[in-house]
């Protein structure tokens, strides 16, 4: 039942005689703390990493005093006044369900990761339906979504949770297509497995093997957007619309469960489209080195900072565009890129397959130098506006 477990009795003398299942539970207990503390630490490095970020695109400089270096511990004082703030549950809400929302919100967040590889065998559970069962579990966040909105009593919060589920349930359907583009071509949903495919160099990614999967990978990351509620698809959470949205109501450690929920849902599509379409543990030249793991978690990372980026630079969609869009383009879009990419690894021949992948890395990189001097050219600028007024 456990063979991993019971490989490990096996092999490792201080266990002989343990019984199998308990020594799974405790490593499934180990694989949570390590989870958790990973997550925790990452939501406080994310929160501080959009503050420098929304910072330097408005001109400013952003934390800069706590913990010395850019402020790193700013972050960190907020958490520690967050959670001990008193804790207040409206007179009119109804209580349970009030308590439950944000553990379910959390939940959700935290369970995507336990089918995440890392590296090349760092992973909690590899499971052979480890795709179905990510985009499974991610839906459970849209349950406590609308339980907060329900038992908060408050008009604003009720209207922010039925924005929600209405977003993310339209939204996981291009999610889950641009996802199949590329599952004709690996044979598997082993997110493992799907990395090892990739195994071999920039060329081998799934993103640059055929136009189809190039399309999917853009589908995917601009659903995701929606999905994690991020601009230009925050109508959940439209501060001026809607005070807070689903947790205006909510105060202290319940708070800042969503919180740190958001930022690990935006780190775990993130590193998702990572491992799907730009190779995971993989270096760009083949290989692993200098550590799979920092290959993973820099690629999700990189792709969190471009989500920073649109969320400063683009205004918010109103409703009925966001659901055209999704309805509409993206949705269609992804039938299209399903059917063309399985064609294209049918029949396409290789010296077409070839020009293909060096055609849409060129333009990739394209796209990459025209993102580094968009971004230079504004720092540029906000340095030659300083010096004018003396900062």
């Not at 890392?118 to 579990?137: E, H, K, P, T």
């Not at 189809?212 to 619309?241: H, K, Q, W």
């Not at 969503?258 to 935006?266: D, P, Q, R, V």
Request: net charge neutral; charged share 15%.
């Amino acid at each position: 039942m456990y063979p991993f477990a019971e490989e490990l009795v096996k092999t490792v003398p201080l266990l002989d005689g343990v019984s199998p299942t308990l020594v799974a539970a405790l490593l499934g207990i180990l694989s949570g703390v390590i989870i958790l503390s990973y997550l925790s630490i990452l939501a406080m490095f994310l929160i501080w990493m959009e503050r420098k970020v929304s910072a330097h695109m408005q001109d400013r400089v952003g934390p800069m005093r706590v913990g010395g270096w850019h402020g790193w511990a700013q972050t960190l004082a907020d958490g520690i006044k967050l959670l001990l703030k008193e804790d207040i549950i409206p007179a009119a809400a109804d209580k349970l369900l009030f308590k439950l929302a944000p553990l379910i919100v959390f939940m959700g967040a935290i369970a995507v990761w336990v089918t995440i590889p890392f590296g090349r065998g760092l992973v909690a559970s590899d499971l052979n339906i480890g795709l179905f069962y990510i985009l499974a579990v991610s839906s459970l966040g849209v349950i406590g979504i609308l339980m907060a909105g329900w038992a908060s009593n408050n008009k604003w919060a009720l209207l922010g949770a039925m924005r929600s589920a209405a977003q993310v349930v339209s939204y996981e359907i291009p999610v889950a297509l641009a996802l199949l583009t590329v599952i004709p071509l690996a044979g598997t949903l082993s997110m493992s497995e799907l990395t090892a495919d990739q195994s071999g160099g920039l060329f081998r990614w799934y993103i640059f093997r055929n136009p189809f999967t190039f399309l999917g990978f853009f589908i995917y990351f601009i659903s995701t957007l929606a999905e994690v509620n991020r601009t230009p698809f925050d109508i959940p959470e439209a501060e001026s619309e809607l005070v807070a949205g689903y947790h205006t109501e909510y105060t202290g450690m319940r708070f800042s469960f969503f919180f740190i929920a958001e930022y690990a849902s935006m780190m775990a599509v993130s590193v998702v489209a990572a491992i799907v379409f730009l190779g995971g543990w993989e270096a760009p030249w083949g290989g692993s080195f200098p550590g799979g793991v920092l290959w993973t978690v820099g690629k999700g990372l990189a792709l969190v900072f471009l989500q920073m980026w649109i969320r400063w630079t683009l205004p918010r969609l109103r409703v009925d565009q966001l659901m055209y869009v999704g309805w509409k383009v993206l949705t269609p879009a992804c039938f299209v890129a399903i059917v063309g990419s399985f064609v294209w690894a049918q029949l396409a021949p290789a010296w077409l397959a070839m020009v293909g992948t060096v055609g849409l890395m060129a333009f990739s990189g394209i796209i990459l130098l025209f993102l580094l001097k968009t971004a230079a050219e504004g720092l540029m600028e906000g340095r030659t506006q300083r010096a004018e007024y003396g900062a």
